[in-house]
Each structure stands twice: as structure tokens, then as C-alpha cells.
């Protein structure tokens, strides 16, 4: 079955109005995880045209984002959480590398996971914000050995 973006985030929604936690996110990823296989739909939304980080659409009730991100070569990213929010991603070409690091102290909060994703060459995935992450403040992180 191929998925339109309207079908696709009116699921989402769905899912996430109903049960908003844990298990409703899992019942997302495996949505995705369904999305991505299609391959009209990876051409449609992540094309060479879409850019590092494009928000495809952003729930009006419920705040979450599904966003497109292609990557075009090898990217790097520093270490970074998601503020109060969650994430859900999903990839679609290629392969990310994402490493999970314990904090040694937590700028002011306790929410969200620290991760930083590597990508040694390009790819094309779904990520799905809890919220639209460009509109909350988030701390910068440094490695340490």
C-alpha cells in the first residue's frame, strides 16, 4: 500500500492522540518503519532537493513534527538531546551511526536521551519530533574521554 503524507501524519496522529506515551510512539516507529518502504513516498519527500532539515508536517493539536532530513556525503554531529521532547527516527537510504552518551552533569533538566548521530556517506530519513525542536531552547554538550 503506498502512503500519502496526509495519510501518513493523519495516522500518526491518530496514534499519538490516543495513547501519547511509550507504547503509542513504538505503534509510530512501526508506522515508519511501513512508510519507508515505500518507495514513492521516499522519492516524493526525500528527494535531492530536500535539504538537511525540512519539516514536512507539524501537528496543530498535538505539536509533533515529521520532518525529512537527506544528507548529501558524510556528516558528523555533536553530542545533543532533544530538550523535553522525543524523537522517532527512521531511515530510509543509506546508514546512520547513532551513539547514546551519559551525561556527567544535566544543564537545569532531567528529560531526553544524549545522542549524536555520524553518517559516513549519504542518506535519506524520516525523523518525527515530539515537538518542532527549532522552536525550543536545547544546551550545547561536549565530549569528554
Not at 495513547?19 to 505503534?27: A, C, F, H, N
Not at 508536517?57 to 554531529?77: N, Q, T
Request: some cysteine; charged content about 30%.
Amino acid at each position: 500500500m503506498g502512503y500519502s503524507l496526509e495519510q501518513f501524519s493523519a495516522e500518526c496522529h491518530r496514534i499519538l492522540k490516543h495513547d501519547p506515551g511509550v507504547e503509542g510512539r513504538k505503534k509510530v516507529c512501526g508506522l515508519v518503519q511501513q512508510v519507508l518502504k515505500d518507495d514513492a513516498f521516499v522519492r516524493t519527500h526525500l528527494g535531492d532537493d530536500v535539504p538537511d532539515r525540512k519539516v514536512l508536517y507539524e501537528d496543530p493539536e498535538l505539536g509533533f513534527c515529521i520532518l525529512g532530513h537527506v544528507y548529501h556525503g558524510a556528516k558528523d554531529s555533536n553530542p545533543h538531546d532533544h530538550g523535553p521532547s522525543w524523537a522517532i527516527y527512521g531511515q530510509a537510504r543509506g546508514e546512520t551511526v547513532m551513539t547514546d552518551y551519559e551525561p556527567v552533569a544535566r544543564p537545569g533538566y532531567n528529560e531526553g536521551d544524549l545522542h549524536s548521530p555520524r553518517r559516513e556517506g549519504s542518506t535519506r530519513l524520516i525523523r518525527i519530533e515530539g515537538r518542532n525542536m527549532e522552536k525550543v531552547q536545547r544546551f550545547p554538550y561536549d565530549r569528554v574521554a
